[in-house]
């Protein structure tokens, strides 16, 4: 009897391990967890405009910056640069009016030559028309320029390149650049 009361307080060797049972079903789906922060926007397209209103006119001479935008941009694209502008013309029969505009990277350069960027508004009122001291002029020019990250400044030139006068006067103009990213 005392070796049957021992068996049951010295317990003998431990037996090799059994296997692993079978899983069990799938717990319930747990609740949602909070909302992150808001990423970073998007690269969409960066925007800048300028205006400017001349209610007496402007006189134009040979090469006149009208207006200029500047645009910062983060990585290589396009920026599209538009300009709509009006021009009062004070035109003599007998003498050819011309006048351009243009999109260019200073204020000076109204050339309408094949330069890096060939772009420009250009009409003429014929020497065959009749004397007019203010024909309306208006016209839209678009431009796209290939960039890569910086800042760009864009002009918007007006010139007359034969029969320019006192009366041929700049009245108003807008120009709009949009950067669209590669």
């Known amino acids: 009897m005392v070796a049957l009361v021992l068996s049951l307080v010295i317990p003998g060797p431990v037996g090799p391990a059994g296997m692993d049972g079978t899983d069990g079903a799938?717990?319930?789906?747990?609740?949602?967890?909070?909302?992150g922060p808001q990423g970073p926007a998007g690269p969409g397209?960066?925007?800048?405009?300028a205006v400017r209103v001349e209610n007496g006119?402007?006189?134009v001479g040979a090469c006149t910056e009208i207006l200029n935008?500047?645009?910062?941009v983060p990585q290589s694209?396009?920026?599209v640069v538009t300009t709509s502008m009006h021009l009062w013309i004070d035109h003599t029969a007998g003498?050819?009016?011309?006048?351009t505009f243009t999109h260019r990277t200073t204020s000076a350069d109204c050339d309408l030559g094949f330069t890096a960027n060939p772009a420009w508004f250009i009409t003429e009122i014929s020497a065959n028309a009749?004397?007019?001291s203010v024909i309306n002029v208006d016209g839209t020019l678009v431009t796209a320029f290939a960039v890569t990250a910086g800042t760009y400044t864009y002009y918007s030139n007006a010139g007359m390149w034969s029969g320019q006068n006192a009366g041929d006067r700049f009245v108003d103009s807008t120009t709009l650049a949009v950067f669209y990213p590669s």
């Open 130 to 132: 009749p004397t007019d």
């Open 69 to 72: 935008v500047t645009l910062t």
């Open 95 to 99: 003498t050819t009016d011309g006048i």
């Open 45 to 49: 397209p960066i925007v800048t405009s």
């Open 26 to 35: 799938a717990g319930a789906t747990g609740s949602q967890g909070p909302q």
């Open 77 to 79: 694209g396009t920026i």
């Open 57 to 59: 006119g402007l006189s």
